[in-house]
């Protein structure tokens, strides 16, 4: 009876982790950001570190989907910005930049990471285009929101000046 009676409890055990396992896999969240997907690079704004305010000096960069990016490089009150044009081919960048024509390649991998609080996503080029080896950003824009409250702000003011480069004239 005694091993009846603990087949009966082991099996049971069994039966809870199978249908806990189950439920979990069941409600996962499916929108969470992959960390290694090479299309996370679009529409983030990735910091080379957090500014404290928006007079203190910070790379930013922005890879748009249409294929044109910038590196703004400053404080809020005073920059000075570099635009290129990019093809991504999974995991490699093609830019070209739209002042000198410079051109560059790199891989890059994106990942998560937690070495510079609060962000927690970063991408590391094998050969930095214009700027640091590796850039910080959030997974989520709420993230961003609470870290960085101008941050949305920046994203649109990148967006407008690198919109001006789709309509540039090739001189």
Known sequence: MSSRRTRTVLLA?????????????????SSQPLARDPKQILGRVWFDHLPKSRSEDVTIAIWLGGGIGLYDKGSAWR??????????RKDVLDMTFLHDKKAATTK???????????????????????????????????????????????????KSRASLARSHDGS
């Open 79 to 88: 920059s000075t910005i570099d635009i290129f044009e990019f093809e991504r």
């Open 13 to 29: 055990a069994g039966g809870v982790i199978v249908a806990s396992a189950g439920v979990r896999w069941f409600f996962a969240d």
């Open 108 to 158: 890059f991998d994106i990942k998560e990471c937690h070495d510079k609080p609060p962000f927690d996503v970063c991408v590391t080029f094998d050969d930095a285009p214009a700027g640091p080896r590796t850039l910080y950003g959030f997974a989520y824009d709420d993230e961003m929101d609470r870290a960085v409250p101008w941050s949305r702000d920046i994203l649109q003011a990148e």
